[in-house]
């Protein structure tokens, strides 16, 4: 699950209120911008018939979780601004699980991503009886139910607490104190092993993406009619590519933050770590503006509200026409 967590021995300080103002102002937007993104990819998904495929499930559910943590990222924001912690020792305690819930969830998806995507372009003959609508369904529906009963033992098993800053002027700091084993041990269960999984199954797609791309040049180089299965091949390798980069996005931004929470280093390295966690939610719905063209259409179809015209559900947003 490996949640991001406030170190104890941060730096309590003040700030002036043109800082308070200008902090809140960003994460605010962010949030925003982050809930926004994600709606589109969650509407355009959910309502369009072209796009329910075993792959779009996947990143629609994606979209949810990064979505949702658009939604906690004011109640990170005033943590990390605040010195003290206001909501009480059981808002605390499902705040830690919700946020686990959706790291997990995320890295969940992720997984089911890299599956679905070794099918398709390593086993193309397998996919339609492999990969399903019923059974990505029952996949995604799991990695939730997973994620949950993770998340929840784990702050529950560690422990939340106020950090004993009590005062008259404040109640204290929500975080969870995590032993080094346990810390150790989640790290290897909740991110080293799925991101060996993942980057295994992307190595082998790239390498058969690169042996199908090389047949299929070739074939249009010596002037051969490529077939519809040519075709197809080279899009299913297209949409591996593009996933493939918000898995690597993914890996990059937490990386950097699992090598330093295992090591000594400052408490503001760590926030501003965590924040790069959060902002990669953000990131995915623009990775699928640059490449996919069905989402820049369907976007245009939503924001001119389009989508409430009769029988807009139909559309074949793979096409140029629109409503």
């Known amino acids: 699950m490996e949640m991001p967590i406030s170190f104890s021995n941060r730096t309590f300080q003040l700030h002036t209120v043109h800082e308070y103002n200008i902090m809140y ?7 925003a911008w982050t809930v926004f993104l994600n709606l589109l990819v969650i509407i355009s998904i959910s309502h369009f018939k072209k796009l329910h495929t075993p792959t779009n499930l996947i990143i629609l559910s994606l979209a949810v979780a990064d ?44 997984v089911l991503i890299a599956v679905d995507r070794y099918v398709a372009v390593c086993h193309p003959l397998l996919y339609p009886q492999k990969i399903t609508t019923t059974k990505t369904l029952i996949s995604i529906c799991l990695s939730w139910v997973f994620s949950t009963t993770y998340s929840t033992a784990f702050v529950i098993n560690n422990g939340y607490f106020d950090i004993s800053r009590k005062s008259d002027m404040c109640y204290g700091e929500c975080t969870v104190m995590i032993d080094f084993a346990w810390r150790v041990t989640d790290l290897i269960v909740s991110f080293i092993f799925p991101c060996i999984l993942i980057i295994s199954l992307y190595l082998r797609i790239f390498y058969v993406v690169h042996q199908q791309v090389k047949v299929i040049n070739t074939l249009m180089k010596d002037g051969k009619c490529v077939n519809e299965g040519s075709v197809r091949r080279k899009s299913e390798s297209k949409a591996a590519l593009t996933l493939g980069i918000i898995v690597t996005v993914y890996l990059l931004c937490w990386i950097p933050y699992n090598i330093c929470s295992l090591s000594a280093v400052s408490s503001t390295t760590i926030n501003v770590l965590t924040w790069v966690l959060y902002i990669n939610s953000g990131l995915n719905p623009m990775v699928y503006a640059l490449f996919y063209p069905w989402f820049k259409k369907t976007v245009k179809l939503i924001l001119t509200l389009k989508i409430f015209q009769p029988v807009s559900s139909l559309v074949d947003i793979f096409t140029e026409h629109q409503l």
């Open 67 to 110: 979505m949702l943590v658009g939604l906690v990222m004011p109640i990170e924001a005033s943590r990390l601004i605040e010195i003290c912690w206001y909501f009480g020792d059981t808002f605390c305690g499902l705040f830690l699980i919700i946020t686990g819930l959706l790291i997990s969830a995320s890295l969940s998806n992720l």
């Open 25 to 31: 102002m960003f994460f605010s937007f962010l949030s």
